[in-house]
């Protein structure tokens, strides 16, 4: 499962910045749009338009890398231990 990790690049760019960001001002600010903003904070989004993933990547100064993760479905789990 691909996961977001907006809400972690937003408290970054608020400590480089000495300044908060809502979700508002990341719509306003980067130009992405509001239902992709959410959603991925949220982390519900289904779709993500690369127009809006390039908005958001440029904003934050990332690499879609920074800004997506593949995270295992189900933990890994020890067979050896009971």
């Given at each position: 499962?691909?996961?977001?990790?907006?809400?972690?690049?937003?408290?970054?760019?608020?400590?480089?910045?000495?300044?908060?960001?809502?979700?508002?001002a990341?719509?306003?600010?980067?130009?992405?749009?509001?239902?992709?903003?959410?959603?991925?904070?949220?982390?519900?989004?289904k779709?993500?338009?690369?127009?809006?993933?390039?908005?958001?990547?440029?904003?934050?100064?990332?690499?879609?890398?920074?800004?997506?993760?593949?995270?295992?479905?189900?933990?890994?789990?020890?067979?050896?231990?009971?």
């Amino acid at each position: 499962m691909i996961r977001s990790r907006l809400r972690l690049l937003i408290a970054q760019k608020a400590m480089r910045d000495r300044r908060s960001y809502s979700v508002r001002a990341v719509i306003r600010e980067s130009g992405a749009s509001r239902p992709t903003v959410e959603g991925l904070y949220r982390e519900t989004l289904k779709r993500l338009p690369l127009a809006d993933l390039d908005k958001l990547c440029r904003w934050f100064e990332c690499t879609p890398n920074d800004l997506l993760w593949l995270a295992d479905e189900e933990p890994v789990r020890d067979e050896g231990r009971k």
